[in-house]
């Protein structure tokens, strides 16, 4: 098989890193864009020869103008968008927040509304469903201190094991 021909069947897909912050009640940090319908966490895509850590990082800088050490990888997605092709999603632990530290925090005004932690069941509520899926699964590995979950379109598949 030529070079060209296997490349062909390669993916080449976009990715993207964020990281979840928790306040001492265990809700999750999610921002809400100017240029979306639904909320989200902090982060974006990663750049040419940036790593998703460091793209985590430098997103939330950017977004929340501040540079919290960022903790494990919590969860990998693979989500492929029919709109938007492949895409393999990272998230990070960005551990607790302490009001001082959020009290430091300046919103990108031309990408950001507001910001508001939030509980599991208003998760769901505010974003769309496969964001949602990916992040309650962050969280559950989190919580239960498991290696990083690999997760389909926000959810683990039936074929891998618990």
């Known amino acids: 098989m030529a070079a060209s021909e296997h490349e062909a069947k390669m993916a080449h897909p976009r990715m993207a ?8 009640d265990g809700r999750v940090l999610m921002v809400e864009p100017t ?3 639904y909320w989200d966490i902090p982060g ?9 850590l460091q793209a985590a990082a430098r997103e939330v800088e950017e977004e929340l103008g501040i540079t919290p050490p960022l903790g494990r990888l919590l969860a990998v ?5 029919d709109a938007e092709g492949d895409k393999v999603l990272y998230l990070f632990d960005g551990g607790q927040l ?4 959020l009290a430091e925090a300046t919103l990108q005004a031309d990408e950001l509304k507001s910001i508001a932690f939030l509980g599991p069941d208003e998760v769901a509520e505010r974003t769309i469903p496969r964001l949602a899926r990916r992040i309650l699964a962050a969280i559950e590995a989190r919580s239960s201190r498991t290696a990083p979950i690999y997760l389909e379109h926000g959810q683990q598949p039936d074929n891998v094991a618990a």
């Open 17 to 24: 890193a964020g990281a979840l912050f928790f306040d001492a």
């Open 77 to 81: 997605d693979w989500a492929p968008n």
């Open 35 to 37: 240029y979306k319908d």
């Open 44 to 52: 974006g895509y990663v750049e040419v020869g940036e790593s998703p």
């Open 98 to 101: 302490t009001p001082e530290a």
